[in-house]
């Protein structure tokens, strides 16, 4: 079986890091393509075989909502969850289609959880 392809788009620098290393402590076979930017992270998913999308809400060049929502009315059914410290944020996943909401507060073990219920290991 091919390794699970995860990609983790977070403008900040530091919950970027925290979000990979609890994909591979979640699935330590996959491979993990992180950006800073939505814009880069929806071009390689448009171009590519993603299992898995995890995206923080608000971002610079484009937010999580829209990068969600985008992804939707182009028929990617790909499995997204969305890490975010912001009370709206939850209801704009919801909104947009987002699988898991995962408060940042709270990424120890609720983003393990969410991924490997999302994705098989």
Do not use: W
Request: charged share 20%; hydrophobic share 45%.
């Amino acid at each position: 079986m091919n390794n699970l392809h995860i990609v983790v788009v977070d403008d900040d620098d530091a919950i970027r890091s925290i979000v990979v290393s609890v994909v591979h402590e979640a699935i330590p076979t996959a491979e993990v393509s992180a950006h800073f930017s939505a814009v880069r992270a929806l071009q390689e998913i448009s171009t590519g075989t993603i299992d898995l999308l995890i995206t923080n809400c608000h971002m610079p060049d484009m937010d999580g909502p829209t990068l969600i929502k985008t992804l939707r009315e182009e028929k990617n059914g790909i499995p997204i969850i969305m890490v975010s410290g912001s009370d709206e944020a939850r209801q704009l996943a919801e909104e947009v289609g987002v699988d898991f909401f995962v408060p940042k507060y709270a990424i120890h073990p609720a983003l393990t959880d969410a991924i490997r219920s999302l994705v098989p290991a």
